[in-house]
T-cell receptor, first 114, second 113 residues
């Protein structure tokens, strides 16, 4: 148990569907992150939230829309995705105060676009 | 066994032997480095980290070495066990405040009985 919970674990959707991925952290952290992990590619940072404010958008297409209502919850809203968006989407959290602290990851949502 | 950087993505060692996984990073200004282990079906699990003002840090059976001169990071695992089989990623932090981690492609470590 990592303290970061992602739901759903698996998601299959068509290109015209709208769905959302959810992440919840129980670690008291104040920064949250979305990553994309594709086969044979390094983990790619997508978005960073620090105290609920978005501080990084790593050139992510607008069909991915993040939302961070509070420091414990993070969502990724999906709309009109493409087949190349099929991947494992990972959420992480970290404590920002007191210098660098390790990010803790959830087990991800495996997304398949039909 | 010893890997020679990101262009060698697999490493096999005998159970009980020591293993060394190497990583080259890109930014001389990066101030924080971290190693993760990822098992099949799971997210990356934190192993050990090191700040740029250090050159060595030890944990339980693991040691991380940082050579800032050549921008090189390594993870040493002592007395490997079957449970050490996984993909290992290094990452460097390029951000301030909230982190901006850049990950390597990973090395798959297989422990042979």
């Amino acid at each position: 148990e990592t303290g970061v919970t992602q739901t759903p674990r698996h998601l299959v959707m068509g290109m015209t569907n709208k769905k959302s991925l959810k992440c919840e952290q129980h670690l008291g952290h104040n920064a949250m992150y979305w990553y994309k992990q594709s086969a044979k590619k390094p983990l790619e940072l997508m978005f960073v939230y620090n105290f609920k404010e978005q501080t990084e958008n790593n050139s992510v297409p607008s069909r991915f829309s993040p939302e961070c209502p509070n420091s414990s919850h993070l969502f990724l809203h999906l709309h009109t995705l493409q087949p190349e968006d099929s991947a494992l989407y990972l959420c992480a959290s970290s404590q920002v105060k007191g210098g660098n602290q390790p990010q803790h990851f959830g087990d991800g949502t495996r997304l398949s676009i039909l | 066994g010893e890997s020679v950087g990101l262009h060698l993505p697999t490493l096999s060692v005998q159970e009980g032997d020591n293993s060394i996984i190497n990583c080259a990073y890109s930014n001389s200004a990066s101030d924080y480095f971290i190693w993760y282990k990822q098992e099949s079906g799971k997210g990356p699990q934190f192993i050990i980290d090191i700040r740029s003002n250090m050159d060595k840090r030890q944990g339980q059976r693991v040691t991380v070495l940082l050579n800032k001169t050549v921008k090189h990071l390594s993870l040493q695992i002592a007395a490997t066990q079957p449970g050490d089989s996984a993909v290992y990623f290094c990452a460097e932090n390029k951000g301030q405040g909230a982190q901006k981690l850049v990950f390597g492609q990973g090395t798959r470590l297989t422990i042979n009985p």
